[in-house]
């Protein structure tokens, strides 16, 4: 047999991302980036086809972070890998020009058989 | 290893003159292992001529389940060992809100059966695949879940050097690049590679697809694609559609052909029809 395939649920999530015009980060339960989509490439100036999957201290360098730079430790990504529950809060992230700008985002977990395989984010820029 | 088809068809059981030559009955498809044993894949319309062939006490039958959709499930009523009381059977199927057994007995109960579940007079088993997989003799089975709707399994059968596939209901192609994607990111790849025979959803043409998009069937392109890619070494094409008759299904067969980019023999199932992996 090949490589073992992804659960099907991060797979139906990137299928779903891939059509949406919503910046959206797909995240395996390691914290690994697995897939990020178009809308969200723009925002961070990179291509997924370009960057492949990123391990967390690599993509982790768009933050968050609070309004002044500063590293922020309990946004929604992070409750939804280490708690298993979805999670929404507002907080900056760093573009591709190393601008903050303020984004809403919501976390969901990803568990089918009663095991967890990830999370899906979902961001809005915070209009000004 | 001996597979032979009990029955290709897809959604709904046909007895139309004109579809006898591909067959009528639902998915079904049966597994003689080169170490002694029987799988049963699927419980459709085909399990009931299956079940008239072969002695129920001769040896355990493991029926593995794809899925819960009727034109997979709805033979089990017709299968005669679960009525002989020496019979021992294992359902295998997927994992779902309720149990295996409580799914199922929402068909083998009233009103739509007149035997309860509980009355079957065999020793029957209920088990839920789990993603370790498990051993049937020396075989190796893997079930993985594909792209359907609801909870659905695609199953591998590996005995010594021979690899069956088994992916009956299919959308690989929803939402995603199936020339170019990432393998471990389609729908049934793993399963899929390198089989020694891959049997697979083919049910809708390019016209019929663009009404059915996101029911869980393959548009008929997107299984060769899916085969192709998993470099299969031999593939049939199952699960026709109930409007494809005779001529339909030969008008399919022929396109595909000309279309098929892999090395392997590719072929629309028949039922009847044995093949010998070795």
């Given amino acids: ?128 | 290893m001996k597979v032979r088809f009990w029955g290709v068809r897809g959604s709904v059981s046909v007895a139309e003159q004109g579809s006898m030559r591909y067959g009528g009955n639902t998915s079904c498809v049966s597994v003689e292992l080169a170490g002694g044993g029987r799988l049963v894949l699927d419980a459709g319309t085909g399990i009931r001529t299956l079940g008239a062939t072969i002695d129920p006490t001769a040896a355990p039958i493991h029926i593995m389940l794809t899925h819960l959709h009727l034109d997979h499930i709805s033979g089990l009523l017709f299968f005669a060992p679960l009525f002989h009381p020496d019979a021992d059977v294992t359902i295998w199927g997927p994992p779902g809100v309720g149990g295996l057994r409580e799914r199922l007995a929402r068909y083998l109960s009233a009103p739509l059966s007149p035997v309860e579940i509980r009355e079957l007079p065999a020793k029957v088993t209920f088990r839920e695949c789990t993603p370790e997989g498990w051993q049937v003799g020396a075989a190796k089975i893997t079930a993985t879940q594909v792209i359907h709707r609801g909870p659905t399994l695609g199953y591998r059968i590996e005995e010594e050097n021979v690899a069956l596939a088994y992916i009956p209901d299919h959308e690989p192609g929803l939402g995603q690049d199936l020339e170019r994607d990432d393998a471990r990111w389609i729908s049934g790849h793993a399963l899929a590679c390198n089989a020694s025979l891959l049997i697979h959803d083919g049910q809708y043409t390019e016209s019929e697809y663009k009404m059915t998009v996101g029911w869980g069937h393959s548009l008929v392109a997107d299984a060769l694609t899916f085969a192709y890619r998993t470099e299969a070494r031999r593939v049939a094409l199952f699960h026709h559609d109930p409007g494809h008759d005779d001529a339909a299904l030969d008008a399919i067969a022929e396109e595909a052909h000309a279309t098929w980019r892999g090395d392997g023999e590719l072929s629309l199932a028949r039922e009847g029809e044995d093949i010998h992996l070795t």
């Fill in chain 1, 1 to 128: 047999m090949a490589d073992t395939q992804q659960p099907l649920d991060l797979i139906l999530a990137r299928n779903l991302m891939s059509v949406l015009e919503t910046p959206s980060f797909l995240v395996d339960d390691s914290g690994v980036l697995v897939f990020f989509n178009e809308a969200a490439g723009e925002m961070l100036g990179q291509r997924f086809e370009e960057t492949g999957r990123l391990a967390r201290d690599r993509w982790s360098a768009i933050g968050p972070v609070d309004g002044d730079g500063n590293a922020l430790n309990a946004e929604p990504l992070t409750v939804a890998l280490r708690e298993g529950r979805p999670s929404h809060g507002q907080f900056h992230i760093y573009t591709d020009q190393n601008r903050i700008v303020e984004v809403e985002t919501s976390a969901v977990p990803l568990v089918s058989g009663g095991d967890f395989h990830g999370a899906l984010v979902l961001f809005w820029p915070v209009e000004p």
